[in-house]
T-cell receptor, first 115, second 112 residues
Framework: AAGVIQSPRHLIKEKRETATLKCYPIPRHDTVYWYQQGPGQDPQFLISFYEKMQSDKGSIPDRFSAQQFSDYHSELNMSSLELGDSALYFC??????????????FGPGTRLTVT | GENVEQHPSTLSVQEGDSAVIKCTYSDSASNYFPWYKQELGKRPQLIIDIRSNVGEKKDQRIAVTLNKTAKHFSLHITETQPEDSAVYFCAASGSGTYKYIFGTGTRLKVLA
């Protein structure tokens, strides 16, 4: 079965550079979530989209922005990178039908290293 | 704000013994409680979940119980095996837009 696809899988950037992470949800899933997981920590919710509209916002820095496109893929744009942004970034998708909570399917993650 | 507490942070058991991990959530609007297993550097994998209209759910060696009144839910793994060794996260969802609030994780070691 098709799974969530994330690219790139690994990314190395220098401080103050920008990075773009991409997420392709499972077909027919219209909700996408982004999580950041630092070393030894639990995943922290950043932002979510439902039907191409931002549906919720968590602890996402102002330096980050994201959007969901007409084909439901999503991109997380990160600017002015800091050392503390080094983490695993997971994208998850779900059917996201209104009024119900569904299982979120996680992608393999993008490991971002900022040097 | 929304919060999920998880205990213990580390747990070592002998192969064949049982393991129990407990979580407490703060948001009474939460109605969905998944448990994820995560191996080092890998994605979280759902192992079992429970909705708020159910008190207990079992899948082979894994069971989850939910006490809505106390806002507690627990993961029970019986007959543990070395391959059960991983970090386990509980999560709560259902308030607003269904994002997950994760617990802080439990590192389970099953000793052969």
């Amino acid at each position: 079965a098709a799974g969530v696809i994330q690219s790139p899988r690994h990314l190395i950037k220098e401080k103050r550079e920008t990075a773009t992470l991409k997420c392709y949800p499972i077909p027919r899933h219209d909700t996408v979530y982004w999580y950041q997981q630092g070393p030894g920590q639990d995943p922290q919710f950043l932002i979510s989209f439902y039907e191409k509209m931002q549906s919720d916002k968590g602890s996402i820095p102002d330096r980050f922005s994201a959007q969901q496109f007409s084909d439901y893929h999503s991109e997380l744009n990160m600017s002015s990178l800091e050392l503390g942004d080094s983490a695993l970034y997971f994208c998850a998708s779900s059917p996201g039908l209104a009024g119900e909570t569904y299982e979120q399917y996680f992608g393999p993650g993008t490991r971002l290293t900022v040097t | 704000g929304e919060n999920v507490e998880q205990h213990p942070s580390t747990l070592s058991v002998q192969e064949g013994d049982s393991a129990v991990i407990k979580c407490t959530y703060s948001d009474s609007a939460s109605n969905y409680f998944p448990w994820y297993k995560q191996e080092l550097g890998k994605r979280p994998q759902l192992i079992i979940d429970i909705r708020s209209n159910v008190g207990e759910k079992k899948d082979q060696r894994i069971a989850v119980t939910l006490n809505k009144t106390a806002k507690h839910f627990s993961l029970h793994i019986t007959e543990t095996q070395p391959e059960d060794s991983a970090v386990y996260f509980c999560a709560a969802s259902g308030s607003g837009t269904y994002k997950y609030i994760f617990g802080t994780g439990t590192r389970l070691k099953v000793l052969a």
